[in-house]
């Protein structure tokens, strides 16, 4: 059983980075045809995909935040992160990730395993 956990601070000042982890346990981030993604949900609205970054290790952005965000993975600890520079309040959101095997989905159904979210609020 495929296991994800988001970690990382859930208050966030304006114009800072946000950075998040998602540590995989119960299955290898590098093994098979993989995309191991960062889904977000602000407050009454619908999820939206952030990026991607997939087994092989390239990396896939939402063309609106492409310009802010970074994705990158340790695979030694079987991790993946997200950096979201030069945040503003309008990125205060549920922060998930997940698995799935296509890419930029932003339904709950595109994705076979989901952690449990993380609250990142942008505030000064």
């Known amino acids: 059983q495929v296991q994800l956990q988001e970690s990382g601070p859930g208050l966030v000042k304006p114009s800072q980075t946000l950075s998040l982890t998602c540590t995989v346990s119960?299955?290898?981030?590098?093994?098979?045809?993989?995309?191991w993604s960062w889904i977000r949900q602000p407050p009454g609205k619908d999820l939206e995909w952030v990026g991607a970054?997939?087994?092989?290790?390239?990396?896939y952005y939402n063309p609106s935040l492409k310009s802010r965000t970074s994705i990158s993975r340790d695979t030694s600890k079987n991790q993946f992160t997200l950096r979201l520079n030069s945040v503003t309040p309008e990125d205060t959101a549920v922060y998930y990730c997940?698995?799935?095997?296509?890419?930029?989905?932003?339904?709950?159904?595109?994705?076979?395993?989901w952690g449990q979210g993380t609250q990142v609020t942008v505030s000064s």
């Open positions: 997940a698995r799935g095997d296509v890419l930029g989905g932003a339904a709950r159904n595109a994705y076979e395993y």
């Open positions: 119960g299955g290898s981030i590098t093994i098979s045809t993989y995309y």
């Open positions: 970054i997939d087994t092989s290790g390239s990396t």
